[in-house]
């Protein structure tokens, strides 16, 4: 089971100017519970984190083109992203 917080780090926690990838996974339009996975360009595991309680989840990465994959019960889906440096980046997955 992976130590980090559910649903990232803390917003407030940010700072100024950082990349951040953050969304949230739906089953029929509802929040899903699970862990979502951060991988590079090559496709390679760079991070993993709980969603929350309302399927949310953040990542702080570097600019450029990521997967952002969900792992829920009985689903996995992954999304294509390009983030921006110092930009926010929004992804809805649904599963």
Known sequence: MCGAKP???DA?????????IQGS????GEPVTGYVRLLDSNGEFTAEVP????GQFRFYAA??????RALVPGAT???????TRGGLTEVSIAV
Request: charged share 20%; net charge positive; hydrophobic share 30%.
């Open 7 to 9: 649903g990232g780090p």
């Open 12 to 20: 407030a926690s940010a700072k100024p100017g950082q990349t951040t």
């Open 25 to 28: 996974v739906t089953r029929d």
């Open 63 to 68: 600019e450029g083109t990521w997967t952002v």
């Open 51 to 54: 969603t929350s309680a309302t």
């Open 77 to 83: 889906a992954d999304r294509k992203v390009v983030a």
